[in-house]
């Protein structure tokens, strides 16, 4: 990366995983419009030289949100612009080529909060916490928030969050859905590097088919979810690797599924 994201954004290819930290502990990673840019870059880089990555935060906190100090100067048009540059930019995780997985301590705190809702997998240790406190700035999310965290807890939860200011425990969250693991202190970042791993090792075009045909089918009707899946099924198992892969499995060349370890 060139010097002047350097320092906002880290970045490491650790084998076939790209390691993306946020570089700000002193604001407590709070997103900058800079910020954004350098995400883009590394977005941009792991998607040429990696098969998966994760993101993390440097510091005592994943992201405490929305650099305020900028934003309090913005001119509307420029907001907006803003805005609509972080939905670009993040889109970039949701819908690209490879898995995203966040790992998550400390605050998960609005734009800190829409940013993990854009990755695929959410791991939370047990110092995380999650808040939305927008309405007691006297502001709205705008990092697409509205979107995907409302899609991912419900409009009903993520209303109470943001006219009470209440924060979620890890715990709590992953009952309503906004994370699918929780771990011990310290340990979100390994955890999210073996499931990146795993990831990781799947076939590219089937990664690819998760990533983006799922949640669009989620917004289709019944009858248009059932043919996309179809379609998207018969080009998916039409690669080379696919069919390899198929020939390893009835030659019993690789392992099958077992049950999961009892709580």
């Known amino acids: 990366m060139d010097g002047t994201t350097q320092t906002l954004v880290t970045y490491e290819l650790q084998g076939e ?27 941009t880089r792991a998607r040429s030289e990696a098969r998966a990555a994760v993101i993390h935060g440097a510091g005592d906190h994943f992201c405490a949100g929305l650099d305020l ?22 889109t970039e ?25 854009a990755t695929h997998i959410r791991v939370a240790d047990e110092t995380a916490f999650f ?52 771990v011990e202190k310290g340990r979100a970042l390994d955890t999210a590097m073996d499931l990146a791993r795993k990831a990781a090792s799947n076939a590219p075009m089937s990664n690819y088919a998760v990533l983006n045909a799922l949640p669009r089918i989620a917004e289709m009707s019944v009858e248009d979810g059932l043919f996309t899946e179809s379609v998207v099924s018969a080009l998916t198992s039409e690669t080379p690797e696919a069919k390899q892969r198929l020939r390893d499995f009835l030659e019993k060349r690789t392992a099958r599924l077992k049950a999961p370890d009892a709580p």
Do not use: C
């Open 131 to 182: 808040g939305l406190p927008e309405g007691q700035r006297g502001i709205f999310v705008g990092g697409g928030g509205s979107v995907r965290v409302g899609r991912l807890i419900g409009a009903a939860r993520m209303t109470d969050m943001m006219l009470t200011g209440r924060t979620v425990s890890p715990a709590q969250m992953e009952q309503w859905g906004g994370v699918s693991y929780v």
């Open 17 to 43: 995983i790209a390691v993306i930290g946020l570089n700000r502990p002193e604001k407590r990673n709070a997103i900058s419009d800079r910020l954004v840019e350098a995400l883009h870059v590394a977005a």
């Open 69 to 90: 100090a900028e934003h309090r100067e913005k001119p509307l048009f420029e907001a907006i612009q803003g805005s609509r540059r972080w939905h670009a930019v993040f």
């Open 93 to 117: 995780f949701e819908r690209g080529e490879i898995p995203f997985i966040t790992a998550l301590h400390g605050a998960v705190v609005g734009g800190g909060f829409e940013l993990a809702a």
